[in-house]
T-cell receptor, first 112, second 114 residues
């Protein structure tokens, strides 16, 4: 069975600091991995996805994630946090039919 | 741009009422999904549909049913609402079946059952 674990339900950073949101997955098949962002009172929006083409994936709004098979990780990073990055972030793994299994979510706060 | 719309942003219903949540997508997607979102639990799949009139149970189908009579519309039905169904409900769609296809989400319906 596939699963996703996001380490840290809340992460707080200062504006301009590095953002690092952690995601570890478990999958018996080569995984397809996704990061979604949810701004307050909105649905989820795709940030980026890994589909085995390249291990470093660049997404929208300056975010990127690196797939590390040996560590079963897909951590999300951004070099410099902006106030507008405050949101909840979800990591997900897809099964072969396209059903997503989500992590518990990480709420990112950005302090001025 | 893909657009997924949900019939209500906020809904308040009484225990025992029959509740319909509607979802419409405008991009001819084959797959549609219903999730509920609760704090600390992430999103959990209730039902999904991979074709008109086809449906499959997700991880938490108890107390829910679905209907997909037309390709663009996927309805979630709470036959007899209970307070433990108070939650945020999110609809999503994807182009085809397959691991590489991302899902597109609607804005969500926050349902309160009193």
């Amino acid at each position: 069975a596939q699963s996703v674990t996001q380490l840290g339900s809340h992460v707080s950073v200062s504006e301009g600091a590095l953002v690092l949101l952690r995601c570890n997955y478990s999958s018996s098949v080569p995984p397809y991995l996704f990061w979604y962002v949810q701004y307050p009172n909105q649905g989820l929006q795709l940030l980026l996805k890994y589909t085995s083409a390249a291990t470093l994936v660049k997404g929208i709004n300056g975010f990127e994630a690196e797939f590390k098979k040996s560590e079963t990780s897909f951590h999300l990073t951004k070099p410099s946090a902006h106030m507008s990055d405050a949101a909840e972030y979800f990591c997900a793994v897809s099964d072969l039919r396209g059903k997503l299994i989500f992590g518990q979510g990480t709420e990112l706060s950005v302090k001025p | 741009d893909v657009k997924v719309t949900q019939s209500s942003r906020y809904l308040v219903k009484r225990t025992g009422e029959k509740v319909f949540l509607e979802c419409v997508q405008d991009m001819d997607h084959e797959n549609m999904f219903w999730y509920r979102q609760d704090p600390g639990l992430g999103l959990r799949l209730i039902y999904f549909s991979y074709d008109v009139k086809m449906k499959e149970k997700g991880d938490i189908p108890e107390g829910y049913s679905v209907s997909r009579e037309k390709k663009e519309r996927f309805s979630l039905i709470l036959e007899s609402a209970s307070t433990n169904q108070t939650s945020m409900y999110l609809c999503a769609s994807s182009l085809e079946s397959g691991a590489a296809y991302e899902q597109y989400f609607g804005p969500g319906t926050r349902l309160t059952v009193t």
